[in-house]
């Protein structure tokens, strides 16, 4: 149980099912899309069969950690609006999104789905990084399976922060969450992929 940061195949993203499938949210995003000017949204992969770790084909991350640290470092390096463009979305897409689209379709945790662009999300990922001075170089560059969750929860987070000292070992919880958003948006950028919370 808990909440999973996951990303979504064009099996999922195009599904009209009302358990797992995204297909209405598909649809309302490229109905906005269309009316702002924008080409739909509609060629993105597969997700892979199987998830294997380090291969950069699949993203999966639980929200494990307390997020105070982490809500406390969004408000002292990004403005309010900023802050709440990074976390008030419930579906990322590789799509440049000026505003976030809105849509009366359920999700997981809401009433509505609230679609965010990932070109968005990654700048204010990256300025969070520099902040706390992220050794980028250590943490896993790839997401596939809970590689960041076992990497700071049960792995070499704390050795590294003594080795590597900085602003990121302080708060290992604030890190990881750091660290995650920024995958997140990378890896949505990289493949062409939408992310979505379960």
Request: glycine share 8%; with cysteine; aromatic share 8%.
């Amino acid at each position: 149980m808990g909440i999973y940061l996951v990303s979504v195949g064009a099996r999922e993203w195009f599904d009209d099912g009302e358990e797992e499938g995204q297909g209405a949210v598909t649809a309302g995003l490229n109905e906005e899309l269309r009316r702002r000017g924008l080409s739909p949204y509609e060629s993105l992969p597969e997700e892979p069969e199987r998830s294997i770790r380090g291969s950069g084909l699949s993203f999966e991350e639980k929200l494990v950690p307390s997020m105070d640290g982490f809500l406390g470092l969004i408000r002292e390096h990004l403005g309010p609006s900023d802050a709440e463009a990074f976390l008030d979305w419930s579906v990322l897409v590789p799509v440049s999104l000026d505003t976030p689209v809105e849509l009366s379709v359920e999700s997981a945790y809401s009433e509505t789905t609230v679609v965010a662009g990932a070109p968005q999300l990654l700048p204010l990922a990256q300025r969070l990084a520099e902040a706390v001075r992220l050794p980028l170089d250590l943490i896993p560059g790839t997401c596939d399976n809970l590689d960041l969750t076992m990497w700071f929860l049960d792995g070499p987070a704390k050795d590294t922060a003594a080795a590597r000292p900085g602003p990121w070992g302080d708060d290992l919880d604030a890190a990881f969450y750091v660290a995650m958003y920024l995958r997140a948006a990378q890896h949505s950028i990289r493949r062409n992929c939408p992310l979505v919370y379960t």
